[in-house]
């Protein structure tokens, strides 16, 4: 299954914030997603990460906006890579 999404990066002082907006088109429930920042280049998990909301479910045609904030110093250099996987929808890489 595959979802639908829409992100954003915007820096505020020393902190990041990410707006991720994901859609489940399907007929399907889309179970147990699980949102996590990576650093581009280690491939390593950004932490800590202050998700609003995670390992979240999306009913059929439902849409819903996620927001995170994370230290700059902790992402390296680079803007960060949104990593998005569930139990039964195919893993989505947002870089």
């Known amino acids: 299954m595959k ?5 954003q990066f915007t820096k505020s002082g020393d902190s990041g914030e990410i707006s991720l907006k994901l859609t489940n ?3 399907a ?6 949102l996590d920042v990576v650093d581009k ?11 609003d909301d995670n ?8 849409e819903r906006t996620y927001k ?9 250099s680079e803007k960060p890579v949104i990593k998005i ?5 195919d893993m989505i890489t947002c870089e």
């Open 3 to 7: 979802l639908d999404y829409e992100y």
């Open 68 to 76: 995170a904030k994370y230290f700059l110093r902790d992402a390296g």
């Open 41 to 51: 280049a280690t491939g390593n998990p950004v932490l800590p990460v202050f998700w």
């Open 25 to 27: 088109p399907t007929d």
């Open 85 to 89: 996987n569930g139990w039964n929808v």
């Open 29 to 34: 429930i889309a179970f147990f997603l699980f």
């Open 55 to 62: 390992y979240v479910t999306l009913l059929p045609g439902e």
